[in-house]
């Protein structure tokens, strides 16, 4: 299995610009998370899937960002428009759940920076 | 309010040092707990995890980590540190049956000096 495969690795834009972060799953695995890290505040989970569906958005810091989940196999994580304090890494994770015992497996990361 | 925290920010220890990075959680019930390991410029894998069972557990790389549910810790212990450990070190928790979120400390960098 390939793993979990975020794109792009790197985005850089300027301030105002919109950024879409997309996110493939590992095959077969229900749930799918998105995390910001920065040095700062650390790992924080900014929303969770199962299913396909938004489970829990507390941690979405503003209407600034949205994320998606068409099908079980892709999701987006948007910022619209962006600024220069979401310079981040973004994470997607994915496990199978329950049965799995929560398990999370980690992409690579988008590194952002937004000038 | 629920947490996992950890008690080390940053951690300098010389090649060979006994290592222990401190973890407590302040969930009720049944809980999974897990230490991931972040390598500079890498993303995170697990290190190891607990269930259940024996409460200490032994993960990749010479790490184990022990469970003391009378002290809501689960510390993470290398007995000696090699510089290729040098990495960022997150606890976690599950609250079992509960969602499949889990919470992550706040990490613990560490940096061996060769």
């Known amino acids: 299995d390939a793993g979990v495969i975020q794109s792009p690795r790197h985005e850089v834009t300027e301030m105002g610009q919109e950024v879409t972060l997309r996110c493939k799953p590992i095959?077969?695995?229900?749930?799918l998370f998105w995390y910001r890290q920065t040095m700062m505040r650390g790992l924080e989970l900014l929303i969770y899937f199962n299913n396909n569906v938004p489970i829990d958005d507390s941690g979405m810091p503003e209407d600034r960002f949205s994320a998606k989940m068409p099908n079980a196999s892709f999701s987006t994580l948007k910022i619209q428009p962006s600024e220069p304090r979401d310079s981040a890494v973004y994470f997607c994770?994915?496990?199978?759940?329950?049965?799995?015992?929560?398990?999370?497996?980690f992409g690579a990361g988008t590194r952002l920076s937004v000038l | 309010a629920q947490s996992v925290s950890q008690h080390n920010h940053h951690v300098i220890l010389s090649e060979a040092a006994s290592l222990e990075l401190g973890c407590n959680y302040s969930?009720?019930?049944?809980?999974?707990l897990f230490w991931y390991v972040q390598y500079p410029g890498q993303h995170l894998q697990l290190l190891l995890k607990y269930f259940s069972g024996d409460p200490l557990v032994k993960g990749i790389k010479g790490f184990e980590a022990e469970f003391i549910k009378s002290k809501f810790s689960f510390n993470l212990r290398k007995p000696s540190v090699q510089w290729s450990d040098t990495a960022e070190y997150f606890c976690a928790v599950n609250v079992e049956n509960r969602d499949d979120k889990i919470i992550f400390g706040k990490g613990t960098r560490l940096h061996i000096l060769p």
């Open positions: 095959s077969g695995h229900n749930s």
């Open positions: 994770a994915s496990t199978t759940g329950t049965l799995a015992k929560n398990i999370q497996y």
């Open positions: 969930y009720g019930g049944t809980v999974n």
